[in-house]
């Protein structure tokens, strides 16, 4: 079975723009997050969906928007980009609570914002 | 006050010996936790749940104090490949809250 996919691996942007990062989960996982890692810190949670419906948000300007797909599937949307949005972004998918067998993370995105 | 706090280190360990951290959590609501390992510039790869009742997997012991709100984690019989950074992680209703890692390096 495929793992978490993310696409693109790598991305060069330059302030001012749009990004859009793509995420496929697990099969038969109906929850995907998004998270933010700069370096040094830890992952920040960005983001939660499950079927479709945004269930919960993190800390994040409204730049930053996702939405899923009735396949399960996921985007992430950053508008006006920031030299400060340079990061990996992560996104994870898991069972509906999580608890069962924890979150299975993709291997991110990384943005360069220049 | 993070919600999520580790030690960074490094702990400098040598082959075969035991290494033993933790982590404080903040938030009580918090219904599961684990332990994530990530190696540089890759993703976190889940490496154990942690029970109230402790729980192993191999040379790996998870224990969990609700009432103090701690996580621990030991090794044993470390091996080079146990060289990474260890993420604590909480989770309050599926927003996944991380600690910054500590950073454990095994040597010869």
């Known amino acids: 079975d495929a793992g978490v996919t993310q696409s693109p691996t790598h991305l060069i942007k330059t302030r001012g723009q749009h990004v859009t990062l793509r995420c496929s989960p697990i099969s038969g996982h109906k929850s995907v997050s998004w998270y933010q890692q700069v370096l040094g810190q830890g992952p920040q949670f960005i983001f939660q969906y499950y079927e479709k419906e945004e269930r919960g948000r993190g800390n994040f300007p409204d730049r930053f928007s996702a939405r899923q797909f009735p396949n399960y599937s996921s985007e992430l949307n950053v508008n006006a980009l920031l030299l400060g949005d340079s990061a990996l972004y992560l996104c994870?998918?898991?069972?509906?609570?999580?608890?069962?067998?924890?979150?299975?993370f993709g291997s991110g995105t990384r943005l360069t914002v220049v | 006050r993070k919600e999520v706090e580790q030690d960074p280190g490094p702990f400098n360990v040598p082959e075969g010996a035991t290494v033993a951290f933790n982590c404080t959590y903040s938030?009580?609501?918090?219904?599961?936790f684990f332990w994530y390992r990530q190696d540089c510039r890759k993703e976190p790869k889940l490496l154990m749940s942690?029970?109230?009742s402790g729980n192993e997997d191999g040379r790996f012991t998870a224990q969990l104090n609700r009432a103090s709100q701690y996580i621990s984690l030991l090794i044993r019989d470390s091996k080079l490949s146990d060289s990474a950074t260890y993420l604590c992680?909480?989770?309050?209703?599926?927003?996944?809250?991380f600690g910054a890692g500590t950073q454990v390096v095994v040597t010869p």
């Open positions: 942690v029970y109230s």
């Open positions: 994870a998918s898991s069972l509906p609570t999580g608890t069962e067998g924890g979150y299975t």
């Open positions: 992680v909480v989770n309050p209703w599926g927003k996944l809250q």
């Open positions: 938030n009580s609501a918090s219904q599961s």
